[in-house]
């Protein structure tokens, strides 16, 4: 069976559902292809900061009456290096603060808002191919409760995701990409215990890496640097209490609560482009299109950036055919991109071990995080970014 929409949209996530949700307040229909459950997408742990950008997109979208009601507002963090911890201050430095509310939650409040206006996502669509992209008739194929069927389009949106179908449906020759693969990865935990601060702590330490956010006032969700081929069975819920412990600096629990862990995963930690943000009629956005180390806590942020440009861009061409703010969303897109990149991989060096061999880099890294904690001009332009750069 064929269905023609106006956008057709690949992957649920936080791109998908904040760009179908925008187009139909605008008046635009799309159908959202998943190929996961609504319960699976929705179970998984991922980001927890949003900047201002993000959070006014989400009040744009109608979707954040909850967010507002119980989202924290953090005004700076605390960086802990070797153990002793200094508060970089936003509100004093840059007078913005960032938002705490977990990406799961943002991706339930899309998928209620959107459904209950009648919206066409499809979950557990597979084998969703792309086809016509260079057309003005782009056309997708997927496989529904055991049945081949066809969308046509005007556009398709590739918010699927890194390892999704749509980047990979550009000819190989026309994709221009980018990457940097780190050597070590983030061991991610749950548990239903209060952080041992108000605010977030980073922390650099011999040992590694340590981040303590939270999810609210009573769900911790902390980070540890791990090798990237750590067997995630090694770590036992008391190593990795004990090693957070010792890199906040708090060798004897006095702010850290422990609890039994509700979720433990690994995150690789990669740099990675894709300047192909457009083929034809196909747009990637967010993970499709870039991966960032979490360090900066950038990723949703840069696809809420994304879907910022490509609903402005379409917005246009369907009010009367111009086509001026698709044409420039790559390079848009981009510009915000590449900053993002940079801030997040020097987040990444300033408070990550590398490898021993790297004894020089490894100092120098030491060295520019000193200075950042002495220097005010340097905590500014730190805050600038965390807070995130206007779209
Ligand atoms: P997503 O990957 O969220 O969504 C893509 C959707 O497309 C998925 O639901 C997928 O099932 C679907 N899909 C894929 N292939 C498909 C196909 N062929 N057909 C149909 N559907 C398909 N960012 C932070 O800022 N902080 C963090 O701490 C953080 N932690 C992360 C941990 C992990 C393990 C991962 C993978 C990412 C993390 N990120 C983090 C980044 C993350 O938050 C992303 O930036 C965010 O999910 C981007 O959203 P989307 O672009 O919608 O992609
Ligand atoms: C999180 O809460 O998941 C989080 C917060 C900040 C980061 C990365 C992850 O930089």
């Known amino acids: 069976m064929t269905t023609h929409t106006q956008v057709a949209i690949i992957g649920a996530g936080p791109s998908g559902l904040l760009l179908s949700q925008i187009l139909h307040l605008n008046g635009i229909d799309s159908i959202v292809l998943e190929r996961k459950t609504r319960a699976y997408v929705e179970g998984r742990v ?12 989400m009040r744009q979208a109608n979707a954040a009456e909850r967010l507002d009601r119980e989202c924290l507002t953090h005004d700076g963090i605390e960086i802990a290096l070797d153990g002793r911890r200094q508060r970089i201050s936003f509100q004093d430095l840059v007078g913005t603060p960032v938002t705490v509310y977990g990406q799961a939650e943002m991706t339930k409040d899309l998928a209620i808002v959107r459904l209950t206006a ?10 969703v191919s792309l086809h016509g992209l260079e057309t003005d008739r782009p056309r997708v194929r997927f496989v529904k409760d055991g049945a081949a069927e066809e969308i046509t389009a005007d556009f398709v949106a590739g918010c699927d995701g890194f390892h999704g179908v749509s980047r990979h449906s550009i000819p ?9 693969v780190y050597p070590f990865a983030w061991l991610g935990m749950m548990a239903e215990v209060p ?6 702590i980073y922390a650099r330490h ?3 890496f340590a981040l303590c956010s939270m999810r609210s006032r009573t769900r911790s969700r902390h980070y540890i640097q791990v090798s990237p081929d750590e067997p995630l069975e090694d770590w036992s819920e ?9 890199r906040i600096g708090d060798p004897r629990f006095e702010i850290l609560e422990t609890g039994p862990l509700i979720e433990k995963s690994l995150t690789p930690m990669r740099s990675f482009v894709c300047e192909t943000m457009r083929f034809g009629r196909l747009f990637l956005a967010g993970d499709a299109a870039h991966i960032v180390p979490p360090t900066g806590a950038k990723g949703l942020n840069l696809a809420a950036g994304d879907i910022h440009y490509l609903s402005e861009g379409l917005i246009e061409f ?29 987040m990444t060096s300033l408070l990550h071990n590398f490898d021993a061999a790297e004894g020089f880099q490894n100092r120098i890294h030491r060295a520019e995080l000193e200075y950042t904690l002495s220097s005010r001009a340097a905590q500014t332009a730190l805050a600038e970014n965390y807070v995130g750069l206007p779209y």
């Open 118 to 127: 009648g919206g066409d996502i499809r979950y557990e669509a597979t084998d």
């Open 195 to 200: 952080p041992p601060s108000d605010e977030l």
């Open 172 to 180: 190989a020759d026309k994709l221009v990409t980018f990457e940097r």
């Open 318 to 346: 369907y009010a009367g055919g111009q086509t001026a703010k698709l044409d420039r969303y790559a390079a848009q897109a981009l510009a915000r991109v590449w900053k993002a990149q940079r801030f997040s991989w020097w």
């Open 206 to 208: 011999e040992r590694g």
């Open 46 to 57: 991922r980001a927890g900061i949003m900047e201002q950008g993000a959070v006014d997109m």
């Open 238 to 246: 008391d190593r990795i209490w004990q090693e957070i412990a010792i």
